[in-house]
């Protein structure tokens, strides 16, 4: 569990961040394949994101499975840190 | 044993070699496609590797550093008592490799020579070693060289790999220092259940004919390697320094493994590492693996004024990390060169000199 959190917006703009990607091209439905900067690359942006700003691991394989932005607000809210 | 204190020795050099042929990765876009290698080259921070070819090996890397050391120093090859040879790249299964640069060095049938099989961890793993020999007894000199030619791993279609590693040896020259009143720090450690995070999976006696040719290159799981360094690299430098009763501030300079300047720059900000200590060069020689913390030391270190205190970090390939924490003098000689020229293949080595045995 993470001890700070990210309101939906602060969570897609780091979404936004990791993936290099405009925060309008990004939605709870956008597949993780229509991002081209959510690459391995990206991926790693990610967990370094998630890393720095919550404290929080996201593991490898996790972060394989993840398909679509809403699975990553998924482990966000999962682990206490997206606000309502 | 997880941390330790040895005292007893010092360093007298550090001497680094890298092959001749320099890539410029951006002159890669047709082959990888102009954005992905821009993409590679802005993360990971590798504009250009020195590469090996199929001519050149560790061992020839390792000879070249530790023959300009010795002459530099000064050192007999008589004088020699203990070679370690820490690499993951060896010119064969067997003899070892510290044998075969035994010979090319010319080094006396008294001197111990064996070889260590690690990888991005193996620097301080090699100095620990060297210096427990030193305070043991009996050894006067040694040389320890870290070589790996990384390259040569690579499939050349993945180019998260093939962009990333370069080439170099390395050979550090240690010496007993009973009067000395500095001690060095080592901390080792190692988690083997993420051993397939970064692995060549045939090749070797359990698969020595895959039927996949891609498994006799080097698999890397970009991600878990990734995940392993953010758990274990912030607490191995806030514990090695809270063992030697030293603050982030107390050491000169942060001597990381270069890795990937997307992963060192996350490892500073999270240990709170000032930009200025700690150096980075793998912009201009790539990752090329536990060696590149004497090439980092060799390019950066040399003008020095006074005796600095260093922090050498080595993590990856095991899944292994550990640290040292040394002193360099203003004595130490640090050399940085190209390897130009590749030794003949049918070049007879030097006899080893034999030594009268001791009174």
Redo the contacts between chains.
């Keep these: 569990m993470s001890d700070r959190t990210l309101t939906l917006a602060e969570a897609m703009e780091m979404m936004a961040d990791a993936f290099n990607e405009p925060l309008e091209n990004l939605s709870p439905d956008t597949d993780r394949d229509s991002v081209p900067g959510w690459d391995?690359?990206g991926?790693?942006?990610l967990?370094?994101e998630l890393?720095?700003r919550l404290g929080l691991?996201?593991?490898?394989?996790v972060?394989?499975e993840m398909r679509k932005v809403q699975h990553v607000l998924d482990f966000l809210a999962a682990h206490g840190a997206l606000s309502a | 044993m997880s941390f330790s204190r040895i005292d007893g020795f010092r360093i007298a050099g550090v001497s680094t070699c890298v092959p001749p042929t320099r890539v410029d990765n951006l002159s890669l876009g047709d082959r990888y496609g102009a954005e992905d290698v821009r993409?590679?080259v802005s993360?990971a921070g590798v504009r250009h590797r020195h590469v090996v070819g199929d001519q050149l090996t560790a061992v020839d890397l390792c000879t070249e550093a530790a023959r300009r050391l010795l002459e530099r120093l000064g050192w007999e090859p008589e004088s020699v008592t203990g070679l370690i040879m820490v690499t993951q790249s060896p010119d064969h299964f067997l003899p070892s490799s510290a044998c075969i640069v035994h010979a090319r060095l010319g080094l006396p049938v008294s001197c111990a020579a064996f070889d260590m099989g690690l990888g991005c961890s193996g620097y301080p793993y090699g100095l620990y070693i060297a210096s427990t020999m030193l305070k043991a007894g009996g050894q006067q000199r040694i040389l320890m060289l870290h070589g790996e030619t990384p390259s040569r791993f690579v499939h050349p279609d993945d180019h998260?790999t093939t962009l990333l590693f370069g080439d170099a040896g390395s050979a550090t020259a240690l010496e007993a220092a009973p009067d000395s009143t500095q001690a060095a720090h080592f901390g080792l450690f190692t988690d083997g259940s993420g051993a397939d995070g970064l692995i060549i999976r045939g090749g070797a006696f359990r698969d020595p004919r895959p039927a996949d040719p891609r498994d006799l290159c080097v698999r890397m799981?970009?991600?878990?390697i990734?995940?392993f360094t953010?758990?274990r690299v912030p607490p191995l430098i806030q514990d090695s320094l809270a063992f030697a009763g030293l603050g982030v501030m107390d050491v000169d300079a942060y001597l990381f493994h270069q890795s990937n300047r997307?992963i060192m720059k996350?490892l500073m900000?999270?240990c709170g590492l000032p930009d200025e200590r700690v150096p980075l060069t793998i912009e201009d020689t790539g990752n090329c693996g536990g060696p590149s913390v004497a090439v980092t030391l060799t390019r950066t270190q040399a003008d020095r004024s006074r005796e600095l205190r260093l922090m050498m970090v080595g993590y990856g390939v095991g899944l292994s990390w550990s640290s040292a924490i040394v002193h360099l003098d203003t004595n130490a000689v640090l050399l940085h060169g190209v390897c130009d020229e590749p030794p003949a293949l049918d070049a007879s080595p030097p006899e080893p000199v034999a030594q009268e045995p001791a009174p």
């Excluded at chain 2, 799981?221 to 878990?224: E, R």
């Design positions: 391995s690359m991926a790693l942006m967990i370094a890393d720095e691991e996201l593991q490898a394989d972060s394989r | 993409k590679v993360m998260a799981d970009g991600a878990g990734f995940n953010i758990k997307f996350h900000k999270k």
